[in-house]
């Protein structure tokens, strides 16, 4: 029976309740009207001659007095003989009516109540149990199977991750044709771990091997088996391999799986963590007494480090697929991707826009195609252009363009300088990558950003390409010195940067005199998920020379800079002019303002939000830790 024809004989049954309702209403107000009268009073009224008429229904009389003609009703006794006779006797009109073809009805009524409590009763738990709700049936996996009329995704759907998809194509086909490998001695891997930052596409890895697969497949995340009531995560657990079990070959994705597999023994709530039951019930079925053959974990999640080292073990999760972000080639794929969906303009290269995103994960790409598709709706544009993809992408970096902001004309002028010392140095300093654009236009958090664009993905730096970081750091706060003859507030997050970045060549690197050693040992709670302390493990006098170190790269820095500033004041005036005239520059008029030539003149719709080339923030070897605020740029004073 269908849950259609459930839910129609649901409704007629209340609505046949519903009816009895109303009999029972209708029959106590009809007694209110009639007036009730003992037997022996019925008996005594009728001899006097009082009552005119009855209608006898089985034991019940109902009937009319002669002189007000008011109503009244008697119950007679079955088993009185002289009834009839006593009312023939006194010329009373009698109608007989056949209780037969009623008698189901005071039954009914009698059992109104017990109908109504029951359709109440079985209307909660049908509540209870459908939807989310489920609270009859929380020991029950929550995992969903993935319906065949759903819109598929398939391997063709995922870019820039060829690797991962051999790894998992290998998987589909231990599924599709496991005798092959069987008869070379081979066995089924049990788990797939996918591992990866957030928003390389572990969860579309996941979805396109369910499209590709004709196997069931079962999705679940990991905190859907962790609820308030004890012992729920580990019933969960096996139902859903007991789910598993009757498909088989079938795959079960658990997303997020740290939700669930964190290190045991870490954090509170001791060995009798409901978390940690949890786990210990997802050990023993994907490797325990039972074989779960034909039963293939995938899982995902960004925090391996926090996984319990039993979960990791081969004959657990036998493989452990690297997701990472997409190299250049990789980019330019995902981006055909998700281009598919928009309609391109003839300018838009999509080459170029890979190259100018390094660091981007999928997530990224995509949501950078989704604002210039939003870019060029927004202009009454039929086709998305090049000029609409470098608009996205300026804002997915540094945010949108704060042109409401109103800043006095020197504040503008702090800025243009400040910008202006950065690209100096970063232009006339070996091992720095390329220029791109610099901008006094606030965006986000900052005031002005300066960009630069590398040549290609790097995946490690030399000391020399940090030592011009440092440089092209320390170029905003010696230009504020040199030409305004001041120092303000906007180069606070450019020193707490280069600050950092020369602990980390000392204490990390291993990038100055003290040697190839690291210094300070970092301690984590797993049960956080997060590093919260250093613990010092080396003595005051070599403190004192980490001190000495991470200042002595910082002042050669500052001098580095501060002689390639001082040595072309010409060009930094000339620099910090066309920003305050043009807002924005590009890498050619860099150029040109560096050699001393002039600028070729405005385009009339030339806004300082539509450049064009490629794009990266500079100075970005570390995460931003200062308030916010972008790579080079001043922060609000």
Not at 393 to 418: C, I, N, Q, W
Request: charged share 25%; net charge neutral; proline share 4%.
């Amino acid at each position: 029976m269908n849950s259609t024809v459930k839910t129609i004989i649901f409704w007629v049954f209340i609505f046949a309740c519903l009816v009895l309702l109303w009999q029972v209403f209708q029959k106590g107000s009809n007694g209110g009207k009639d007036q009730e009268v003992s037997f022996s009073q019925f008996l005594e009224d009728a001899q006097q001659g009082q009552i005119a008429d009855v209608t006898v229904v089985g034991s019940e009389v109902h009937g009319h007095f002669r002189n007000d003609k008011s109503a009244f009703h008697v119950t007679v006794p079955s088993n009185y003989p002289r009834l009839y006779d006593v009312l023939d006797q006194n010329k009373v009109s009698v109608t007989v009516k056949n209780s037969d073809g009623n008698s189901w009805l005071p039954i009914l009524i009698n059992l109104a109540p017990i109908i109504i409590i029951a359709a109440l009763w079985f209307f909660m738990l049908r509540q209870m149990q459908s939807g989310g709700n489920k609270a009859l049936s929380f020991g029950k996996s929550r995992a969903r199977l993935l319906s065949m009329q759903q819109k598929k995704v398939t391997f063709k759907d995922v870019a820039g991750v060829d690797e991962a998809k051999e790894e998992l194509k290998e998987i589909i086909e231990f599924l599709r044709e496991a005798q092959k490998f069987q008869k070379l001695g081979g066995r089924i891997p049990k788990g797939v771990l996918l591992v990866g930052p957030p928003g390389t596409g572990k969860t579309l890895l996941a979805r396109a091997v369910a499209g590709e697969a004709n196997v069931p497949f079962f999705s679940i995340s990991g905190s859907d088996f962790v609820e308030m009531f004890v012992g729920v995560g580990a019933s969960r657990v096996r139902d859903l391999f007991e789910q598993g079990k009757k498909n088989a070959p079938c795959i079960i994705f658990i997303d997020e799986i740290d939700a669930v597999g964190r290190h045991r023994g870490a954090g509170l709530g001791g060995g009798h963590d409901e978390r940690e039951q949890t786990l210990n019930q997802l050990l023993v079925e994907m490797d325990g007494f039972e074989s779960n053959d034909g039963v293939i974990l995938v899982a995902a999640t960004n925090r391996p480090d926090v996984l319990d080292p039993a979960l990791l073990r081969p004959g657990r999760f036998d493989r452990r697929v690297i997701v990472g972000r997409p190299d250049v080639r990789g980019r330019e794929e995902v981006l055909r991707v998700h281009a598919k969906k928009v309609p391109l303009s003839e300018d838009v290269d999509l080459r170029v826009m890979a190259r100018g995103t390094p660091g981007f994960s999928g997530a990224d790409l995509a949501n950078m195609v989704n604002e210039a598709a939003l870019a060029a709706a927004r202009a009454n544009r039929k086709t998305v252009m090049m000029v609409d993809f470098e608009h996205a992408k300026d804002k997915v970096l540094m945010g949108a363009e704060r042109r409401s902001m109103l800043l006095t004309d020197e504040e503008k002028r702090v800025t243009a300088y400040h910008e202006a010392g950065h690209v100096l140095v970063a232009a006339l300093r070996d091992h720095a990558d390329p220029l791109h654009k610099v901008t006094i236009i606030p965006r986000g958090m900052a005031l002005g950003v300066t960009m630069q664009l590398p040549e290609d993905d790097k995946h490690n730096v030399t000391k020399d390409y940090l030592e011009t970081q440092l440089a092209i750091l320390m170029g905003g706060r010696i230009a504020e010195e040199i030409f305004l003859k001041q120092m303000t507030t906007g180069a606070g997050n450019d020193i707490e940067r280069a600050t950092e970045l020369a602990r980390k060549m000392v204490c990390e690197y291993g990038m100055s005199r003290l040697g190839p050693l690291t210094f300070g040992k970092k301690e984590e709670q797993i049960f956080l998920g997060r590093e919260i302390s250093q613990h010092r493990d080396f003595s005051e006098e070599t403190a004192r020379q980490i001190d000495a170190e991470v200042r002595s790269l910082v002042d050669e820095a500052y001098r580095s800079a501060y002689g390639i500033l001082d040595g072309h004041k010409a060009a930094m005036d000339r620099m910090a002019l066309a920003l305050l005239e043009r807002e924005t520059l590009d890498a050619t008029e860099i150029r040109l303002i560096i050699e001393g030539k002039d600028l070729p003149p405005l385009k009339p719709s030339g806004g300082s939000g539509t450049p064009t080339g490629d794009v990266q923030q500079v100075l970005k070897p570390e995460p931003n830790r200062g308030g916010g605020f972008p790579e080079g740029s001043p922060s609000p004073a």
